[in-house]
């Protein structure tokens, strides 16, 4: 481990942020933080949600000011609180959401906001295309048309395509990278793991944020780990290698099983009554056909490439867009779900891949958020028990380590982790009888990942029937019974977990085996 002082002379190049400080009401988020980052190093921030990450970069970024502390760049001090004067310097930050309009080039979506002109003052288009076209070339050896639309592009692409629009000008010195491979498959997070890769090659300095902690391990050089808003280690090298010494840095604890066991058998049951039914399930255009079972206790995977259909696959079970043929059964009974309500109350619950956008209203509460899907039991004729409503939240955050574990603070200030568990614990007090679980642990850091997985079994032992859709292979091999496999809008696989290598179910979802459902 390397140990970085906070005190002594400021280095004369690279970044430096020492003892920062920043508090919000009476929730400290940081606590005399030091961070010292060198030209052309790749540098892991890491540390569980709502250790201090985000609240560090956005002072970095000038969007907050510290409370104490200070920062410089090359030796100069950095404006703290000025985001304009810090990105002039040279600092840019990627940010997780892509934030890109559908219907622009890839060109216009680079130079927005910094556009070439003509001397009569007109968009210079073919001046764009071609430095865009020469950056892709030069910086990255990649050939991507500067004319396709955005909505045209990969997910990796668009990606590449934010990155480029941090990078035209010519003028970072270092780039903050944020969760950049989080909605990403493996063979896209390789493409974009590549291109920092050469930015480091260029002298750039990175601070590189990520839960998976193998991507901490193939591309650091050092980093700084956070917990409760206080540094607790700088590793080096070799020590980022040690995933399970990290994991304790990181939590303060040992997690000794990341998947919990099953405690019970499945239940058993008639097979004539699954708890989800789905048979021949269409919607005309992107999935053909699917049928499948779900029993009580049983917890199982959807598997598949993007695109494979199985984000439509869950859209259509929660009423989010409407199928053109196939049934849906709960229990025996057949449902008919055109909407999110006629879901719910059939019995099912849904925790989005979208959180922030299809999970949560923001402005709310975490009480408020917690509380929506049982509402009857907190408010009389549309009036809420305040103090009853309060007292519920309150139970699911000592239960769940939701922090910080304030019920009436405002869910957009809770980090990803937390607002995650929020939306869990907005279903776990019902009477649901499916649980559909999207992408739940998409940038939710290891501490969080755990209680997740603990919870999803406990439900399933509880007789619940759980569908998990996740593109993280091992996450899906760990925690569930069955996993079906979805290959261009067709279900072609049904692959019990029990003695299932991670090789194997890679090979079927790359399409390389085929087996009968």
Not at 160 to 188: H, N, S
Not at 343 to 363: C, K
Not at 401 to 409: D, M, N, T
Request: charge should be neutral.
């Amino acid at each position: 481990m390397i140990t970085q002082s906070s005190g002594g002379a400021t280095p004369a190049t690279g970044l430096a942020m020492n003892q920062i400080s920043k508090s919000f009401a009476n929730v400290t988020a940081l606590n005399a933080v030091t961070l010292l980052l060198n030209p052309g190093e790749i540098h892991g921030l890491i540390g569980e949600n709502g250790a201090g990450k985000s609240t560090l970069i956005k002072i970095l970024a000038g969007v907050y000011r510290a409370d104490s502390g200070n920062a410089t760049l090359d030796g100069e001090p950095l404006p703290l609180g000025n985001p304009a004067a810090i990105e002039a310097l040279g600092i840019r930050v990627i940010h997780q959401e892509l934030n890109l309009i559908p219907h622009f080039t890839v060109a216009e979506s680079v130079f927005l906001g910094q556009e070439y002109r003509t001397r009569w003052g007109a968009l210079d288009r073919r001046r764009m295309n071609a430095a865009t076209e020469a950056f892709f070339r030069d910086s990255w050896q990649l050939d991507i048309n500067p004319r396709r639309l955005i909505r045209d592009l990969s997910l990796a692409e668009r990606k590449l395509v934010q990155i480029a629009r941090a990078l035209i000008d010519g003028a970072a010195k270092l780039v903050v990278f944020d969760e950049p491979t989080a909605p990403l498959e493996a063979q896209e997070a390789s493409l974009v793991s590549s291109a920092i890769l050469r930015l480091r090659e260029q002298g750039i300095a990175i601070l590189y944020i990520s839960h998976y902690l193998n991507e901490i391990a193939a591309l650091c050089d050092r980093g700084t780990v956070l917990r409760n808003g206080e540094v607790v280690g700088y590793p080096d090298r070799e020590l980022l290698q040690n995933t399970d010494a990290l994991i304790k840095m990181m939590v303060g604890r040992d997690i000794e099983q990341l998947y919990t066991p099953r405690q019970s058998s499945a239940h058993q049951v008639d097979a004539a009554a699954p708890v989800l039914s789905v048979r021949h399930l269409s919607d005309g255009q992107q999935l053909h056909d699917i049928s499948f079972d779900i029993q009580p206790g049983e917890i199982v995977g959807i598997a598949g490439l993007l695109g494979a259909g199985r984000d439509v696959l869950v859209d259509l079970l929660y009423g989010l867009s409407r199928p053109r043929s196939g049934t849906i059964s709960i229990d025996g009974q057949a449902k008919r779900l055109r909407t999110p309500y006629q879901a719910t109350r059939a019995g099912l619950a849904l925790v989005p891949r979208d959180r922030r956008h299809q999970g949560l209203i923001l402005p709310f509460s975490t009480a408020d958020n917690i509380n929506l899907a049982s509402l009857p039991e907190t408010a009389t004729f549309g009036w809420e028990h305040r103090g009853k409503a309060l007292d519920k939240a309150r139970g699911w955050i000592e239960q769940l380590a939701i922090r910080p574990g304030r019920p009436e603070l405002p869910v957009r200030f809770m980090s990803g982790g937390n607002q995650q568990k929020a939306i869990l614990a907005r279903w776990l007090g019902t009477d649901a009888r499916l649980f559909i679980l999207d992408e739940p642990t998409l940038g939710v850091d290891i501490g969080a990942r755990s209680d997740i997985y603990q919870r999803t079994r406990e439900l399933a032992d509880r007789g619940r029937g759980v569908l998990v859709s996740s593109s993280d292979a091992p996450e899906l091999l760990g925690l569930c019974d069955r996993i079906l496999v979805m290959w261009r809008g067709e279900l072609v696989a049904n692959l019990p977990t029990r003695g299932l290598t991670l090789d194997a179910l890679l090979v079927t979802i790359n399409g390389g085996q085929e087996q009968q459902v």
